[in-house]
T-cell receptor, first 116, second 111 residues
Framework: DSGVTQTPKHLITATGQRVTLRCSPR?????VYWYQQSLDQGLQFLIH???????AKGNILERFSAQQFPDLHSELNLSSLELGDSALYFCASSVAGGATSTDTQYFGPGTRLTVL | GESVGLHLPTLSVQEGDNSIINCAYSNSASDYFIWYKQESGKGPQFIID?????DKRQGQRVTVLLNKTVKHLSLQIAATQPGDSAVYFC??????????FGTGTSLTVIP
């Protein structure tokens, strides 16, 4: 158990819908990262938040958005869902947000999204 | 349409042998590299990391080697055990803000 929690574990929805995925980082971690893992594209970095502020964006679609709240939990919002959005969505947390020896990322168990 | 999955490189080793997993990274500006292990149905798990000012780092049974000249990273696992069977990913980062993962290598340990 990494200490990172994600809800829900599974989500099945239809095309065109909107969903929200939730992540609670490990106690004391200030950074949250979101990743998408699909069969055809592997693990893709989406976005990084540090202490409530967006720090970096990766391959995140405009239909997707995220935020980190004052209590440091984060939500990933996916809208106008398409079949190709079906994937595992992971969040990870780390103590800080830079490349120091303490910045190990701890991954949550993931949310499996299925778009029908 | 038909779903096409990634074709993961595979490595099979005998229990007790050493394993070497290789990774080529793409960005010469990357300064931080990490190896992760992902077991079926679980999230990636940190194994070891290395910064670009080093060329070798050792952990418990694992060693990471970094060759910046050819942008190559390797993970060596000593005395491989059945519990090491998993998919291994390397990741590169610039200053720990964005992370880019390789496609992964599937390691199977034969008892």
């Amino acid at each position: 158990d990494s200490g990172v929690t994600q809800t829900p574990k599974h989500l099945i929805t239809a095309t065109g819908q909107r969903v929200t995925l939730r992540c609670s980082p490990r106690s004391g971690d200030l950074s949250v990262y979101w990743y998408q893992q699909s069969l055809d594209q592997g693990l893709q970095f989406l976005i990084h938040y540090y202490n409530g502020e967006e720090r970096a964006k990766g391959n995140i679609l405009e239909r997707f958005s995220a935020q980190q709240f004052p209590d440091l939990h984060s939500e990933l919002n996916l809208s106008s869902l398409e079949l190709g959005d079906s994937a595992l969505y992971f969040c990870a947390s780390s103590v800080a947000g830079g490349a120091t020896s303490t910045d190990t990322q701890y991954f949550g168990p993931g949310t499996r999204l299925t778009v029908l | 349409g038909e779903s096409v999955g990634l074709h993961l490189p595979t490595l099979s080793v005998q229990e007790g042998d050493n394993s070497i997993i290789n990774c080529a990274y793409s960005n010469s500006a990357s300064d931080y590299f990490i190896w992760y292990k992902q077991e079926s149905g679980k999230g990636p798990q940190f194994i070891i990391d290395i910064r670009s000012n080093m060329d070798k780092r050792q952990g418990q049974r694992v060693t990471v080697l970094l060759n910046k000249t050819v942008k190559h990273l390797s993970l060596q696992i000593a005395a491989t055990q059945p519990g090491d069977s998993a998919v291994y990913f390397c990741a590169e980062s610039i200053s720990g803000n964005q992370f880019y993962f390789g496609t992964g290598t599937s390691l199977t340990v034969i008892p």
